[in-house]
Structures are given as structure tokens and as C-alpha cells.
């Protein structure tokens, strides 16, 4: 299993970045799949899950402000951020049947 993220990078508060994950090696429209993030300092925490049928799961902290989707024909995850916050700053991982993603860092400034 292989899954590559993309899509971090410095952006202000208020703003917006959206994340992929690309995964192979799984059946992808049969796997649930997740983003998690851990900050400096702090443990990895879960950010949001979406099943192989669409059912959405978020954290408080980012619900009504961050989307998972998915793409089946492109194998692709996505996590959409909207509203950033400093505290959201962290490395973003992509999960899959127990299988991490090297992360991809998100920073949000002031």
C-alpha cells in the first residue's frame, strides 16, 4: 500500500488549501479512508474519515469548516480546509487499512 500526500504549504489565517492523497496498492473504492494531523509537540489526532460509501466523519475542531471527498476513478482522497487557523497548523497524513502517508506540512500564519 502506497499513499503520497500533497497539497501543504504556508498559508494565512482565513485562507484555504486543499489536500490529495493518492493511494495505490488497495482496492480504493472499498477502503475507508482518513486524515489525521499531528502538530508540534502533540500527539496525532484524528481529523476526518470518510467511508467507501461517503459516509463523512469530522473532529469538532475543524467540522463545518473542513470537507473530505473522494475520487474512486482517480484513487484519490481529498481534504478541503477552509477558514485556516494558526492551530491548525500540523503535518496532515493520510490512513488507509492501517497504512500512513508521509505527511504533507500545512502551516497557517498569523
Known amino acids: 500500500v502506497r499513499l503520497v500526500e500533497s497539497g501543504g504549504g504556508l498559508v494565512q489565517a482565513g485562507g484555504s488549501l486543499r489536500l490529495s492523497c493518492a493511494a495505490s496498492g488497495i482496492i480504493f473504492r472499498f477502503a475507508g479512508m482518513g486524515w489525521y494531523r499531528q502538530a508540534p509537540g502533540k500527539q496525532r489526532e484524528f481529523v476526518a474519515t470518510?467511508?467507501?460509501?461517503?459516509?463523512?466523519n469530522y473532529a469538532d475542531s475543524v467540522k463545518g469548516r473542513f470537507t473530505v471527498s473522494r475520487d474512486n476513478a482517480k484513487n484519490t482522497v481529498y481534504l478541503q480546509m477552509n477558514s485556516l487557523k494558526p492551530e491548525d497548523t500540523a503535518v496532515y497524513y493520510c490512513?488507509?487499512?492501517?497504512?500512513w502517508g508521509q505527511g504533507t506540512l500545512v502551516t497557517v500564519s498569523e
Open positions: 490512513s488507509a487499512d492501517g497504512n
Open positions: 470518510i467511508t467507501s460509501g461517503g459516509i463523512t
